[in-house]
């Protein structure tokens, strides 16, 4: 074999290696992190507690801004294109779908490419499409137009049940919905907010999406569910993150018995989390 064809295959075995090793520590970390996660003691914490908790965010984090209110069915829609993607992404991806099509019954009348290619920059544009597309055709068949409004007038319990009906839309895209374009005092669960109650000792790591939702909300006191809602989330987006929460500069250490973990990560909720949710869309 020539030197140059020598070195390259040593590069490319050297590579080879070190990928395998990189790939093993991560499993290793990752198995790390779900013990981790599951010695964490659970226990129901008290409103008190809650808002002690909603207070020291929002001092740190600024004022609460509630974002603007969208009808029923775009909040609907919006919520479907923000799962897994960024604000920045999902945003655009709504704002160009509402370009391309003005009305909810173009979107549903479009073929399903076209869709997809409006709302492409939000990442798994066919199953997104899809499912708009599904659920925009169930609300036209029952309602005999594509409106939502309707719901104001229902209970909270009837709203959500109405919600979670149509198709993919679960608790979380539900309690979306209500927070978000009714006023309602839901809470939605997303995958912030389930980390971090789960490393608070909240609920158990191990918790499915619908339990957590179950578990959670009727914990936090209905005046301050938005509000809490979008703290955790800025927390787990910037403090308490996945992989390397940041526990020396948390305003909650003292209450987290997840604190001092350094870099251990409690990343098993999200892994948790998706085992119990379809492959592609969950809500
Ligand atoms: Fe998360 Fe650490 Fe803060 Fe606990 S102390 S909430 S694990 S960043």
Redesign the pocket.
Same mark, same amino acid.
């Given at each position: 074999m020539h030197s140059a064809a020598r070195q390259a295959s040593a590069a490319r075995q050297a590579r080879i290696a070190s990928e395998a090793r990189a790939a093993r520590e991560a499993r290793e970390a990752s198995a790390a992190r779900q013990a981790r996660a599951a010695s964490v003691p659970v226990a129901a914490p008290s409103r008190a507690g809650i808002r002690t908790v909603q207070r020291r965010l929002r001092a740190e984090q600024g004022a609460f801004i509630p974002k603007p209110r969208l009808p029923v069915v775009d909040e609907i829609v919006a919520t479907v294109l923000s799962q897994h993607t960024s604000d920045i992404n999902s945003g655009r991806a709504f704002a160009r779908l509402k370009q391309r099509f003005p009305a909810w019954e173009q979107v549903a009348d479009a073929p399903a490419e076209e869709v997809a290619g409006a709302i492409r920059c939000g990442g798994m544009a066919a199953q997104k499409a899809r499912r708009i597309q599904q659920i925009l055709a169930v609300i036209g068949d029952r309602e005999g137009r594509i409106g939502l409004d309707r719901l104001d007038g229902l209970g909270d319990g009837a709203a959500r049940e109405y919600l979670e009906s149509l198709p993919g839309v679960g608790p979380k895209t539900a309690a979306c919905v209500l927070t978000f374009a009714m006023g309602r005092a839901a809470f939605p669960v997303d995958t912030h907010v389930h980390r /971090?109650a789960a490393?608070?000792g909240w609920i158990p790591a191990a918790a499915t999406a619908d339990k957590a939702d179950r578990l959670l909300t009727p914990l936090v006191p209905a005046d301050i569910r938005y509000d809490l809602h979008v703290a955790l989330i800025a927390h787990g987006r910037t /403090? $308490?993150r996945a992989r390397r929460? %940041?526990?020396g500069a $948390?305003v909650? %250490?003292d209450l $987290?018995p997840?604190?001092g973990s350094g870099d251990a990560a409690g990343a098993v909720t999200d892994t948790q989390r998706e085992r119990a949710r379809p492959a592609d869309l969950a809500g």
């Open positions: /971090v490393r608070l /403090v $308490c929460p %940041r526990c $948390c909650l %250490r $987290c997840y604190s």
